[in-house]
C-alpha cells in the first residue's frame, strides 16, 4: 500500500505544527524578562535609597531645629549643626543639599533639600525635610497682685 502526499497535505500539516512548535521559546522569554527583572531589581534599590536620603535629611532638619530653638541659639547655628549632620551622614546618598534655617521670635523652621544619587539613568528623585518648632524665650514671670 503506497501513500501518496499530496503538496496540499504538506501545507495543511505545517500549518497544524505551527502552533505546537516552541524551539527557541526559552531564548525569546529570556531576551525580555531579564532586562525587565534587572530594572525592577534596579528600582527597588533606587526607592531604598530615596527612603534612606530622606531619613537622612530629617535627622538633619530635627539636630538643626535643636540647636536654632534654644535660648541663646541662631539661625546660623542651626545652619552649622545641619552641615556638620549632613557632612556626617549624607555623603552617599543627598546629593547637592540645600539648607534654609529661620528663627523668629516665636517659631524656629529649618528646610532641608536635595536630591538622590542616582542609580537608575534619568530618574532624578527630589529629598524635603521640614522641622518646625517653638523658640525658647524667657519670659518674666507675673507678679502676684
Given at each position: 500500500m503506497i501513500i501518496r502526499v499530496t503538496t496540499r497535505g504538506r501545507v495543511w500539516r505545517r500549518?497544524?505544527?505551527f502552533g505546537r512548535n516552541e524551539r527557541g521559546s526559552v531564548t525569546a522569554e529570556l531576551v525580555l524578562a531579564a532586562?525587565?527583572?534587572l530594572l525592577l531589581l534596579l528600582l527597588v534599590a533606587q526607592f531604598a535609597?530615596?527612603?534612606h536620603a530622606t531619613h537622612v535629611a530629617q535627622t538633619a532638619a530635627s539636630q538643626a531645629l535643636?540647636?536654632?530653638r534654644v535660648q541663646?541659639?541662631?539661625s546660623g547655628d542651626g545652619h552649622a549643626r545641619?552641615?556638620?549632620v549632613l557632612a556626617q551622614l549624607g555623603a552617599g546618598p543627598l546629593r547637592d543639599p540645600h539648607v534654609a534655617v529661620t528663627r523668629g521670635p516665636e517659631q524656629s523652621t529649618v528646610e532641608i533639600s536635595g536630591h538622590v544619587t542616582p542609580v537608575v539613568p534619568f530618574l532624578n528623585l527630589p529629598v524635603r525635610a521640614r522641622?518646625?518648632?517653638p523658640s525658647e524665650r524667657f519670659v518674666e514671670p507675673k507678679a502676684n497682685e
Amino acid at each position: 500500500m503506497i501513500i501518496r502526499v499530496t503538496t496540499r497535505g504538506r501545507v495543511w500539516r505545517r500549518l497544524c505544527d505551527f502552533g505546537r512548535n516552541e524551539r527557541g521559546s526559552v531564548t525569546a522569554e529570556l531576551v525580555l524578562a531579564a532586562p525587565a527583572l534587572l530594572l525592577l531589581l534596579l528600582l527597588v534599590a533606587q526607592f531604598a535609597l530615596w527612603a534612606h536620603a530622606t531619613h537622612v535629611a530629617q535627622t538633619a532638619a530635627s539636630q538643626a531645629l535643636s540647636a536654632a530653638r534654644v535660648q541663646d541659639g541662631s539661625s546660623g547655628d542651626g545652619h552649622a549643626r545641619a552641615t556638620a549632620v549632613l557632612a556626617q551622614l549624607g555623603a552617599g546618598p543627598l546629593r547637592d543639599p540645600h539648607v534654609a534655617v529661620t528663627r523668629g521670635p516665636e517659631q524656629s523652621t529649618v528646610e532641608i533639600s536635595g536630591h538622590v544619587t542616582p542609580v537608575v539613568p534619568f530618574l532624578n528623585l527630589p529629598v524635603r525635610a521640614r522641622a518646625v518648632g517653638p523658640s525658647e524665650r524667657f519670659v518674666e514671670p507675673k507678679a502676684n497682685e
